[in-house]
């Protein structure tokens, strides 16, 4: 289960960053009175947030980011870059990121904006050139994603049973709820979205 930090302070990491912006991002909350604590690494306890440079992962950064969204150390996952293609914040809403948040924000509209993302919101950073009608993306489970990424792979719903240990019904129900999500009838569309969105159409790598 997904735990919040204490009280009143949201506990932040910072993932598969370089270290100058780790030091560069704690010292921005080093007041022993911010609302805002930032931890040098994933703990076992858990974060609030995990922030996420997909611009820093060289490979596969959609599917890194699917499994820190479904880490259970990891209350929310959150964008995090300098700038940002549309399409890259867009996926990212949709496969689960609770939000995009620049690296060119003040101090003190990072910590409220990590705030409103601890409370539940679902923030993009003015800065950012992110989709502005977020109530209308479709935002899709993890294992929802994992079935349109493995159609587009070109797996069949029995291989997907086989390779996910799930019922055929049960894959059947979740490429049902996905295409309704997308607003798509067929394999084709799942493969076409699958790629419009920048993701890796390869088997993924562990």
Not at 165 to 190: D, E, F, P, W
Request: glycine content about 6%; aromatic content about 4%; overall charge positive.
């Amino acid at each position: 289960m997904k735990r919040p930090g204490r009280s009143g302070v949201t506990t932040v990491a910072l993932i598969d960053d370089v270290p100058l912006l780790h030091a560069g991002l704690a010292s921005l909350f080093t007041d022993s009175s911010s609302s805002v604590r930032v931890v040098e690494s994933l703990p076992a306890s858990g974060v609030d947030v995990a922030l996420f440079d997909m611009a820093c992962t060289a490979r596969n950064p959609h599917d890194r980011l699917g499994r820190l969204i479904a880490d259970p150390r990891v209350r929310s996952v959150v964008g995090f870059s300098w700038s940002a293609d549309p399409v890259l914040v867009e996926s990212a809403l949709i496969q689960g990121a609770a939000g995009y948040l620049s690296k060119r924000a003040s101090a003190d509209d990072l910590a409220a904006d990590l705030r409103r993302i601890h409370a539940g919101e679902l923030v993009i950073a003015r800065e950012l050139d992110g989709p502005r009608d977020v109530a209308r993306l479709p935002r899709l489970t993890p294992r929802e994603l994992d079935m349109i990424l493995s159609i587009a792979r070109g797996r069949t719903n029995a291989e997907i049973a086989q390779e996910l240990h799930l019922s055929i019904n049960s894959v059947k129900s979740y490429v049902r709820n996905a295409y309704r999500k997308l607003g798509i009838t067929r394999r084709s569309q799942a493969v076409a979205w699958a790629a419009s969105q920048g993701y890796s159409l390869h088997a993924a790598q562990g």
